[in-house]
């Protein structure tokens, strides 16, 4: 592990640890009231206490938004493929994309409810909805990024257009993929959030309502730690998976090992 690999990992770490420990300063010196912002270490123990269901909880939420975002990744490739073979769709459908992306999820869940019930249905097209789009935007710009030259090359060969797709413009927007998948793997765990609170009988979601409901303050900071410690395992398993498929994208200089390889 190089210097700038061990710097890139320590600073937020220390970072974090002083945020904290103001955190807990602040609250021990003013004896801010646990109702109004709890300590750090209440909300530790909170989550101590609450370990067992926390940690069934979380996994239901796990479980949810990685559902949702395979789906919602299948579905984005698809599409970018469908309309970079048909240009004219595209141009008619892209402000559609960009208009489901404008729709807040707090109004769209209960609608969802309505038509499908408060089983998996309406949560799993509100995961989709969420993370299709960055996948298949830009997973569309990838395709378009390939090189004339070897363009013209499969054309002067003889390849179809299948054939370019798979030997060419697939493989040259994977770069594109992973972006778009890093900004889905991101945010579907806070929409599987939404989902929860909206109609669920499990999940960090459905913990969550229940504390705010009870007034318990540190439970729902403790549920906040949950989603974010969840966010950050979603987008650095996509991280490592980038790592795994392309390892002939060279490194920038300065760039951090984990996000090029």
Not at 60 to 69: E, H
Not at 152 to 174: C, H, K, Q, V
Not at 210 to 218: A, R, T, Y
Not at 242 to 249: K, S, T
Request: a positive charge.
């Amino acid at each position: 592990m190089g210097n700038k690999t061990v710097r890139a990992v320590l600073l937020p770490v220390v970072a974090l640890a002083v945020f904290v420990g103001l955190w807990q300063a602040i609250c021990a010196a003013f004896e801010i009231k646990t109702f109004t912002l709890p300590a750090p270490s209440a909300i530790a123990v909170s989550m101590y206490d609450d370990s067992a269901i926390l940690w069934k909880h979380a996994l239901a939420t796990a479980y949810l938004a990685f559902v949702g975002l395979a789906l919602g990744v299948v579905i984005g490739i698809v599409i970018a493929i469908f309309l970079h073979f048909i240009p004219v769709l595209r141009d008619a459908l892209s402000p559609l994309l960009v208009l489901s992306q404008n729709v807040p999820l707090i109004a769209l869940g209960p609608l969802l409810m309505i038509w499908f019930g408060f089983g998996w249905t309406p949560k799993l097209i509100l995961l989709v909805l969420v993370s299709f789009f960055p996948v298949a935007l830009s997973m569309l710009v990838g395709l378009r990024q390939s090189e004339p030259q070897l363009r013209e090359y499969l054309d002067m060969i003889g390849a179809s257009r299948w054939e370019t797709l798979i030997r060419l413009e697939f493989p040259g927007a994977l770069t594109y993929f992973f972006s778009g998948l890093r900004i889905a793997a991101t945010y579907v765990v806070s929409s599987a959030l939404v989902a929860e609170w909206l109609g669920a009988n499990k999940g960090i979601g459905y913990y969550l309502k229940l504390k705010s409901n009870g007034f318990d303050q540190p439970g729902v900071f403790g549920s906040i730690v949950c989603v974010v410690a969840l966010s950050l395992l979603f987008y650095y398993a996509a991280v490592f998976a980038e790592r795994l498929v392309i390892r002939w994208r060279p490194r920038k200089k300065g760039e951090w090992k984990g996000a090029s390889e």
